[in-house]
């Protein structure tokens, strides 16, 4: 039989691994110059035995205990003199030993991936003395591998990204599988990579992993994500091999390959001509497939009527290009406005750029909408001048507003009142013409700031707002005073031409110049010989002593009037007075101690006058106390007589009745007949103005009339009785009148009537009602008789 070169090949290997593993199950022990073994009080002795290293497969599955090797010595002459003992990693539990025939055996299945080899000793030991005939020796056990591993992926499932429109063969990513098979050792761990699923778009290196774009111009807008299959396979792919698999998720990143795109050719919107400045007048939107930075644009108007008018600018989240309006529209000014609008992408791809340019144009057309506008004056703001001096009803200036409309209704001014709260001007409602309605006065308010409000015949509720600032012009109507209140004082010990006071003026008016006082001293004080006046020509004046000798005992106070002018045209004059006090001084100066009416009177109040005010206040207090004391007398407790009897005051409405004694409590009469007269008694918490002397006798008269006496004497008896309250209080008048048509409606009166019914039944209700069955029952008339 004729072999070929690869079946030739695989013939050798296999003898190979024959005679391999025949030549190594089993050690032989023999005689060796190896090294020598030196015993304790012997002579030196030659090693006398060796073995090989021993290979068992792994994964065995057999029911027997699987065969290892053999350990044999020289010393053992087969008579059972010699055991053998194994020592070491997995001894006994794992591999044993036959002690007679040195045989070992692996008890165990073996994993090469958990442990590759195992190191044990071996000891030869004399049976009967059980001491050791050779040295002990170690040696290694070593797991021969098989292919019972598959590869795996630890890095998986995988994830990667790769440019849209990339050439074919562009590096996506790198998948790697690794096997737990003995990589030394055939080809058990020699792996392959194949892909299953991501053709024809993908492939793979073979031997790297290494995954590559195998299309071009893959698009991401017409499909973005990509899921690949990827196998790994063992024993170098060949059948028979273990394989594992991968799944890798490849998404196309984007690329600026899509130029931007109005998807209409032009758009029109309608605004009305009111619109605010800054306000949005459309948004409009280019299309781009792109996404993130790659759809960016920029939009700008590079033709049309409104390029001062309109401008646009790009909205970042949305790449909206957002129209907005720059100046005021104006119906009728222009109706509609025409704009060519460009959007181009930010960043252009130059790889791309063939596939044409990366804008796009549309066309805006705004309409302007009229609106019924309220007036619009000719300015913003009207500044005017008005002397303080001016007359009321003079005129200061004119507004004029007029309505921006085609119907050009015609105008009517009034003032905002809210800014003109004193009303100091008027305007025409007709011409605008504004006036004065009172005196200004320029030191009050210098400026006045007022709306002027223009509304439109038509239609007043169309309002425009005009502004206006009124000056108020400086006239010299102030007088200069005295710049504060001085306190000055002379020392007695003063010598003539010293300096007492340096007085200053203040003067309400502002003239252009500035002020310019001049000071002097009255007629009447220019010839004084006590004080002179000095005059700085730096608006300030200083007062002077013109003697010697000043004495409080004398006069402990000067008045000096002080003549003050101003510069204005026409000039103004007032006369300040100066108070001066007299006082003692130390060595330098200061003053110690003054009058002391200086002091207390600095008005000029003598003590005459004092004392008459002092006076005035005593007799005040007095009669305050006086007025004080009677009230508290007023609200004393009322003093009752112990004998009287208060139930007279005291009524209860829940008594059912107790008798014959309640009646004397009460004379019932007084409700049923006008004419029972009381004594009459005297309030005495009150004094009455009139004293009644005797009561009146009820004739026949009018209902009304009799009402009106009865209020009236209940009222006066009210006044004068002393058991009423003395202050306020509620009076019950339970009258009902006489010679009514309707006749009484009480039953106390029923015993004066010719009643029908009988009541005779009272008396067998019991000794409670007894009464009543004597009033009300057939022996009325023997009582009331």
């Known amino acids: 039989m004729k072999l070929g070169k690869v079946e030739f090949c695989h013939f050798l290997q296999l003898i190979s691994l024959f005679l391999c593993f025949s030549g190594m199950s089993q050690a032989e022990l023999s005689r ?156 058990s761990a020699r792996v392959v990579y194949s892909i299953l699923q991501g053709q024809p778009y993908f492939s793979v290196e073979p031997k790297t992993g290494v ?83 790659n759809a960016e644009m920029d939009y700008k108007i590079v033709d049309g009527d409104g390029l001062g008018i309109f401008k646009i600018a790009v909205d970042k989240d949305t790449q909206e290009g957002i129209i907005t309006i720059q100046k005021d529209l104006d119906f009728e000014a222009k109706t509609s406005y025409t704009l060519r609008i460009e959007a181009a992408n930010k960043d252009a791809d130059p790889r791309f750029l063939s596939l044409g340019p990366f804008s796009d144009t549309t066309t805006v057309k705004i309409i302007v909408e009229d609106v019924d506008e309220p007036p619009v004056f000719s300015a913003p703001l009207y500044p005017m001048e008005v002397s303080e001096a001016t007359q009321v009803g003079n ?78 012009l400086d006239i010299n109507d102030n007088a200069p005073e005295f710049a504060m209140d001085y306190e000055t004082t002379v020392c007695e010990n003063a010598q003539p031409g010293q300096v007492i006071q340096k007085v200053s003026a203040v003067d309400k008016d502002e003239p252009a110049n500035g002020h310019q006082f001049y000071f002097s001293l009255t007629t009447d004080a220019t010839n004084n010989h006590n004080f002179s006046l000095k005059d700085n020509k730096d608006n300030t004046a200083s007062i002077l002593t013109r003697r010697n000798g000043f004495r409080r005992q004398e006069q402990s106070v000067y008045y000096l009037p002080i003549f003050i002018v101003d510069s204005g045209s026409p000039s103004l004059s007032s006369t300040n007075t100066l108070t001066i006090r007299v006082c003692d001084c130390d060595a330098d100066g200061v003053a110690q101690t003054c009058n002391a009416e200086a002091y207390v009177l600095p008005a000029g109040l003598s003590t005459g006058a004092l004392i008459a005010i002092l006076a005035c206040v005593l007799t005040l207090l007095v009669l305050i106390l006086l007025i004080v004391t009677m009230r508290r007398r007023k609200k004393e407790p009322l003093i009752f007589d112990e004998e009287r009897d208060i139930r007279e005051n005291i009524v209860r409405y829940d008594d059912e009745g107790g008798g014959e004694e309640d009646t004397e409590a009460f004379d019932m009469a007084a409700l049923r007949n006008l004419n029972v007269m009381r004594d009459t008694k005297t309030r005495r918490d009150v004094t009455p103005e009139i004293q009644f002397l005797s009561r009146p006798t009820f ?66 209700w019991g000794p409670r009602f007894k009464r009543l069955a004597d009033m009300y029952g057939n022996g009325q008339e023997s009582l009331y008789s």
């Open 395 to 472: 005129i200061i200036g004119t507004v004029a507003a007029h309505d921006p409309d085609s119907s050009n209704s015609p105008v009517r001014y009034s003032i905002d009142r809210n800014t003109d709260l004193e009303r100091y001007f008027n305007i025409d409602a007709n011409s605008g013409v504004i006036t004065t309605a009172k005196s200004l006065d320029r030191e009050t308010n210098a400026v006045h700031n007022i709306t002027v409000l223009a509304m439109e015949s038509q239609n007043p509720s169309q309002v425009g707002r005009g502004y206006v600032a009124i000056t108020i």
């Open 699 to 764: 004739k026949s008269i009018p209902d009304n009339v009799i009402f009106r006496e009865f209020i009236w004497e209940r009222l006066k008896e009210a006044d004068v009785d002393p058991c009423a309250p003395p202050y306020d209080s509620l009076q019950t008048y339970a009258f009902e009148g006489n010679g009514s048509v309707a006749e009484s409606l009480s039953s106390l009166d029923s015993i004066s009537s010719n009643s029908d019914q009988n009541y005779d039944y009272l008396s067998d």
């Open 211 to 293: 995954i590559k774009t195998a299309l071009p111009n893959m698009d991401r807008e017409a499909k973005d994500q990509y899921l690949l299959v990827i196998q790994a396979k063992d024993m170098v792919g060949q059948n028979g091999g273990l394989s594992g698999t991968t799944s890798v998720t490849v998404t196309l990143t984007d690329v600026n390959d899509n130029p931007p795109r109005f998807p209409r050719r032009s758009y029109q919107y309608n605004v009305p001509e009111s619109l605010p400045v800054a306000s949005v007048v459309a948004r409009i939107k280019a299309a781009d497939a792109d996404i993130g930075a």
């Open 32 to 187: 060796s110059g190896s090294k020598p073994y030196f015993q304790s009080g012997r002579s030196r002795t030659k090693r006398s035995w060796v073995w090989n290293q021993f290979f068992v497969l792994e994964e065995y599955m057999g029911s027997d205990p699987l065969y290892v090797g053999k350990l044999h010595s020289d010393v053992d002459k087969g008579d059972g003199s010699i055991k053998y003992i194994l020592s070491g990693e997995g001894a006994s539990s794992i591999f044993i030993i036959d002690e007679n025939t040195g045989d070992i055996h692996a008890t165990k299945r073996l994993d090469r991936e958990e442990q590759a080899y195992y190191t044990l000793r071996a000891q030869a030991l004399d049976r009967l003395t059980n001491k050791p005939v050779e040295p002990e020796s170690e040696f290694v056990i070593k797991i021969q591998d098989i292919n019972d591993n598959e590869p795996k992926f630890l890095d998986g499932p995988y994830t990667a990204g790769v440019p849209e429109m990339s050439p074919v063969g562009t590096s996506v990513v790198q998948v790697t599988a690794t096997d737990a098979d003995d990589p030394t050792y055939g080809n």
